[in-house]
């Protein structure tokens, strides 16, 4: 699949994506600070958030509005108050992807309901991506699936089965452009916890391009996920951890994502093929191997000996294997010590 220019797919790099989500701190000019530092990086895509506290949860400071999991990183927030702060003004939906455009990144945005994706379509943007949270959001999946966009997928918390049926939602509308990610739904999630051979399995089962959204610190397991069959890379972005945000404490700086780039892109060349015997990068390391050469000046009738008969380097002889094979054979003509054994040479 492609995504604008971007080729999507095992003999293609990683795609990278660089996600601001809330870390623009409710300044537009931080984020178009963002943009311009992940177009820096090298990343291929900047991705946003489209929704507003009203579109993704109801006001209410109590029960199950409010964060009490005393692991996370907004415990005792309401879910209302955290997204006031972590939304992207829609308003700046249009200068952000402008400022992208100019200097080259793909810029998409992750819908949250109907309205969002109509606000999206408004602005013509090139693909959509799905939350985790909203993975088994069929109706939404469906609206996305029927704009005929490349979808990029988090699976993080979903079933086998419930992701066997969005897939199915999104193929009912003839959409078979999409990517799932495998994904891990806790911020910051570990390495233990990332279940990377997952990818190869989505692959098989779902015969579509599986990447990784990866919520861990530094760049390792991305790049472990390259390595997997991983064709998409996203990773949360911020110009700074120090500055704070909703998504600082889990999200890559400049210098981190331009790693996270050149080493997932290593990974990918590293991939290759099936292969055995030498490269053609390798045939002039050929004649450091082992081979059999005169240990000893002999005369033509000398009997090859474990004195005068070497298994060394280089690799100008013959192989090692037939050392057993010329022991107590004669030499047809004198040679002298560091001469290569041959077959002209036994009798």
Not at 163 to 179: A, K, M, P, Q, S
Not at 206 to 215: A, I, T, Y
Request: charged share 25%.
């Amino acid at each position: 699949m492609k995504i604008v220019d971007k080729n999507i797919g095992i003999p293609h790099r990683p795609f990278v994506i660089a996600e601001m989500s809330g870390n623009h701190n409710q300044s537009l000019e931080r984020a178009l600070e963002i943009v311009e530092s992940a177009a820096k990086t090298g990343a291929h895509a900047l991705k946003i958030q489209t929704y507003t506290a009203d579109t993704i949860t109801l006001d209410i400071k109590e029960g199950d509005f409010l964060i009490s999991d005393a692991k996370s990183l907004w415990k005792g927030q309401s879910l209302h108050d955290l997204y006031k702060i972590a939304y992207t003004p829609w308003e700046w939906h249009e200068p952000i992807m402008r400022r992208a455009s100019e200097l080259g990144l793909i810029c998409f945005s992750t819908p949250f309901d109907d309205t969002s994706v109509d606000f999206l379509e408004s602005l013509d943007v090139p693909a959509y991506k799905i939350a985790s949270f909203e993975n088994a959001d069929l109706p939404l999946i469906k609206k996305v699936a029927a704009t005929g966009k490349p979808m990029i997928l988090s699976t993080g918390m979903a079933t086998l089965a419930e992701l066997d049926e969005t897939v199915r939602t999104i193929r009912e509308t003839g959409n078979n452009e999409f990517v799932l990610l495998k994904c891990t739904s806790t911020y910051p999630s570990t390495p233990e916890n990332s279940n990377l051979l997952t990818i190869s399995h989505m692959r098989e089962l779902f015969q579509c391009e599986v990447g990784l959204s990866d919520h861990t610190m530094g760049v390792g397991v991305s790049v472990a996920a390259v390595a997997q069959g991983a064709t998409v890379i996203e990773k949360h972005f911020t110009l700074s951890r120090a500055d704070g945000g909703v998504d600082s404490a889990f999200s890559l700086e400049p210098e981190e994502m331009k790693q996270l780039v050149i080493e997932t892109e290593r990974a990918w060349q590293a991939l290759g093929r099936i292969s055995y015997g030498p490269t053609e990068e390798e045939k002039p390391s050929m004649k450091f191997r082992r081979s059999l050469y005169i240990a000893e000046d002999m005369k033509s009738g000398d009997i090859f000996t474990t004195k005068n008969l070497r298994s060394v380097r280089p690799g100008m002889g013959l192989a090692p294997k037939y050392y057993n094979q010329l022991l107590g054979r004669r030499v047809t003509m004198d040679l002298k010590k560091g001469s290569p054994v041959s077959w002209q040479i036994v009798g």
